[in-house]
């Protein structure tokens, strides 16, 4: 569960990883492949608006997630195809990453811990 007043940071594992929502607000996924094609997908179930229940990050793709309303949370949850392991876990700090993309800087600088 994320709550507005937090986010999860950009990272990347080398499984495929499957965002499936289930309630509260609408969680936007931020993902930048490793050629740096950015994309934003809202998960969430105002399917006339164009969000969808659930998304498929790529493995090797970093991404990010967030709360969109103010004030609420967002209730999520992920699969991972084949299993998790943490020996495949990245969480980049920020100047790497904004070294490797340098035109996402802005997303990178919100979405990233020092």
């Known amino acids: 569960m994320l709550t507005s007043d937090t986010f999860s940071a ?34 969430g179930n105002d399917f006339a608006a164009g969000q969808v229940p659930q998304f498929v990050v790529p493995g090797g793709h970093w991404f990010a997630a967030k709360t969109i309303e103010t004030d609420s949370y967002s209730f999520v949850g992920c699969t991972v195809s084949p299993g998790f392991d943490f020996a495949d876990f990245v969480l980049p700090k920020r100047e790497e990453l904004i070294s490797k993309f340098p035109q996402h800087q802005e997303i990178i600088s919100q979405l990233t811990r020092n």
């Not at 499957?18 to 997908?41: M, P, Q, T």
């Open 10 to 43: 950009f990272h990347k594992i080398n499984q495929d990883e499957i965002w499936h929502f289930y309630e509260g607000s609408a969680l936007k996924l931020y993902v930048i492949s490793d050629k740096g094609e950015y994309s934003e997908h809202v998960i």
